[in-house]
């Protein structure tokens, strides 16, 4: 069993539609990213959290340490959302344990 | 805005060549990684380096070598390539902390004919 299991692998939407990657653990963590890889490859990173929740723009990341899980919505999903959305997970040395991604289509 | 650069997008290689990847960060970024992306497994991590001359292996460090001769810059180093080596290698770096993120660089796609 991977360490940390997104869900679900493969996502369509419609423009404007609410949209939901849950990310699950089994480990300890110090922190926990949400990356956004689009076609051509480079990764960006989205949100570095520990607790809570934390937005930027239509992108709301949150966390329940207790539960070891994540998650992040993305409220009026637009096409340029399409990508992989991968959730990684930080142990307590500077090495992350990445989930093998979420990829997101959003059709006009 | 801050930079991870490697330095070819796409490269193709034979069989038994000695290949280098390089890459550059201009944030003075103590850590550096290599990774590579396969479909369906993931980012798994190749090496890493903690400083200048310093190393440590990941969990797939067979078949590859790293050198860091100087802070902005990190090399993955495939001895004598082979066809399993085929894969997107990504080239990322961060400050040692927990609360630190991690800069992409924007990948090469090594094939190994």
């Known amino acids: 069993k991977n360490e940390v299991e997104q869900s679900p692998q493969n996502l369509t939407a419609q423009e404007g539609e609410f949209i939901t990657i849950n990310c699950s653990y089994s480990?300890?963590?110090?922190?926990l990213h949400w990356l956004q890889q689009h076609p051509g490859g480079g990764i960006v990173s989205l949100f570095m959290l520990s607790s809570g929740k934390k937005k930027h723009g239509r992108l709301i990341a949150t966390i329940n340490i207790q539960e070891k899980h994540s998650s992040l919505h993305i409220t009026a999903s637009h096409p340029r959302d399409s990508a992989v959305y991968i959730c990684?997970?930080?142990?307590?040395?500077?090495?992350?344990?990445f989930g093998t991604g979420t990829r997101l289509q959003v059709f006009p | 805005d801050v930079k991870v650069t490697q330095s070819s997008r796409y490269l193709v290689k034979r069989t038994g060549e000695k290949v280098f990847l390089e890459c550059v960060q201009d944030m003075d970024h103590e850590n550096m990684f290599w990774y590579r992306q396969d479909p369906g497994l993931g980012l798994r991590l190749i090496y890493f380096s903690y400083d200048v001359k310093m190393k440590e292996k990941g969990d797939i460090p067979e078949g590859y070598s790293v050198s860091r001769e100087k802070k902005e810059r990190f090399s993955l180093i495939l001895e004598s390539a082979s066809t399993n080596q085929t894969s997107m290698y990504l080239c990322a770096s961060s400050f040692p902390s927990r609360r630190e993120k991690l800069f992409f660089g924007s990948g090469t796609q090594l094939s190994v004919l």
């Open positions: 480990v300890g963590i110090s922190a």
């Open positions: 990684a997970v930080k142990r307590y040395t500077d090495k992350l344990i």
